[in-house]
């Protein structure tokens, strides 16, 4: 009786450690998780890239195409050689309903790698097929004012453009066109099985477990496998062209590669439905030939709300583009919106009686 107990601990005891060690391995996490975001239909999501690139390289161009230029002798302090960038971006994007789908999406930019800093931001909603977008932040340009579209909500009507501009035509043939390149269901099918079969993620630590808003996440530090990435590009091309990539296609991807360098990642993924939760890549940039540029890019993003109903406002007020087109002639002659209103001309139309 005692050498059968015994068995019995020492058999449920394998089977434990056997459920662990693969079922429960972070390959095979990785892998359940990129299964489940294959299904995903909606989501939230928050993140931000930021950058730091050696300049000296980046803008060391002659103007004008003189390549008797000569950059001037001094070198630059290390501060001057080095500029910075940021981009803050969120969003959330509805497929429910694949014939109406619903989109929003925001993000701000600043750098300091223009002769003056540079700020631009700018938000898009679609909403019943309708197009609404503003821009938070206006870059000046100097040669004419876009002040006024600053806060200001946009509306594009795709129906109505190809109304006014006689585009029913060029639609068919857009969606003919369409059509015929999308992908059939047996080709859906082939590229979620290349993507969960192929290793792109390659674990190299198991950290501890974390929660990400409330939700307990598995935690891992990994890298890129560069074979598995060009071995997933080759194989969907492979699926989506009916052809291999061709030998320069190949050489191209491979220099690409070469220029970017993912030194480390951090994954965390949810415990109970395998979902992405939050990613964390490095990237340094090499340079190369084509790049002459160098430098440290860090993206951090944040997923939530899988898979429940997105609401997504009709913002207000808002001018159609065709006040916004009148706006931004008025603001090439200096006059901002004042010049739009019953007495905007284009040169070459008259004006109704």
Known sequence: MIISVIFGVVIIAGGVFGYFYYFQSPERIVQKMTEKMAEVKSLEYTGQITAEIETNNLFAISPLGNSNFQQPKEEP???EQKGKFSIDFSGASDQHDLNNPKLMFR???NTDMLPQA???GLEVRIVDKIIYFKLSN???LGFFDLSFLKNQWIKIDPETIKKQF?????EE???QAQKEQELSPEQIEQIKEVATRTKVFKITEKMSSEKIDGINTHHYKFVIDKEGLIELFTEISKIMQNESLTEKELQELNGSLQAIEISEGEIWIGKKDLLLYKILLDLNIKETEKTKAEGKITMSIQFKHYNKS????IPAPVKTLEEIMGGLFGGLFGGGLQNFGPSFQLPGQ???E
């Not at 006689?166 to 060029?170: A, F």
């Open 77 to 79: 302090s290390p501060a």
């Open 138 to 140: 206006v870059p000046d």
């Open 118 to 120: 540079f700020g631009f």
């Open 310 to 313: 997105i609401w997504i406002d």
């Open 173 to 175: 043939q857009t969606k």
């Open 350 to 352: 008259k004006l109704p």
């Open 166 to 170: 006689g585009l029913e035509e060029l």
């Open 107 to 109: 993000f701000d930019i």
